[in-house]
């Protein structure tokens, strides 16, 4: 593995199912993001992680959660799916928050809930 | 409110230069980022500027004027591989990263 790795690639979900996002990466870095991002809309912060044990909410948290039990991971769940959750999701990492770190991206994952 | 403004969508021509330009309103500015993303693809870093100036990185370079709230992206001699969206994200008083919708270039040969 080298950089941050995301699972699946692609899902169809029925709506009122559960999902969850995998996200992995292996640069040790403290700090974690999950994004969506619509057409016409820029990326938008779902949820956040400044360090391992410690979640944040960010502009858009409602209807997901995330955990991070560890360094390396960061899953995005879905509790109840619902067709205004089709998107693109991001995952991203940096060395550290709350200072300039540049995010790195992870390759995405398309949901659609239909 | 927060806000990052970027045009939609640009046309350049092969070899020549052209210059994305991105307008911001945000709470505090801890600097300004530029990504690239291919069609997709994940965003990638190209830039980063906090002080008022140009930064130059080999064909790409990107100007801040932190009082007029304004940066641009400057790409010369360009190449079909530089057709992409462009992303300007401003990092805020709380060191979140707020995102324009992007500029897709789209380069003619």
Redesign the interface.
């Known amino acids: 593995i080298a950089g941050i790795t995301q699972a699946p690639t692609s899902q169809i979900l029925a709506a009122g199912r559960r999902m969850t996002l995998r996200c992995t990466q292996d640069m040790r870095h403290n700090a974690m993001y999950w994004y969506r991002q619509d057409l016409?809309?820029?990326?938008?912060?779902i949820h956040?992680s400044n360090t391992a044990g410690t979640t944040g909410k960010?502009e858009v948290p409602d209807g997901y959660s995330v955990s991070r039990a560890n360094t390396d991971d960061f899953p995005l769940t879905l509790a109840s799916a619902v067709p205004s959750q089709t998107s693109v999701y991001?995952c991203a990492s940096s060395a550290t928050?709350?200072?300039?770190d540049?995010?790195?991206?992870?390759?995405?994952t398309r949901l659609t809930v239909l | 409110g927060q806000n990052i403004d970027q045009p939609t969508e640009m046309t350049a021509t092969e070899g020549a230069i052209v210059q994305i330009n991105c307008t911001y309103q945000t709470s505090g500015f801890n600097g300004l980022f530029w990504y690239q993303q291919h069609a997709g693809e994940a965003p990638t870093f190209l830039s980063y500027n906090v002080l008022d100036g140009l930064e130059e990185k080999g064909r790409f370079s990107s100007f801040l004027s932190r009082s007029k709230g304004y940066s641009y992206l400057l790409l010369k001699e360009l190449q079909m591989k530089d057709s992409a969206s462009y992303l300007c994200a401003v990092l805020d008083s709380n060191y979140q990263l707020i995102w324009g919708a992007g500029t897709k270039l789209i380069i003619k040969p």
Do not use: A, H, K, M
């Open positions: 016409g809309l820029g990326l938008r912060l956040y960010g991001f928050s709350g200072v300039t540049t995010q790195y991206f992870g390759p995405g």
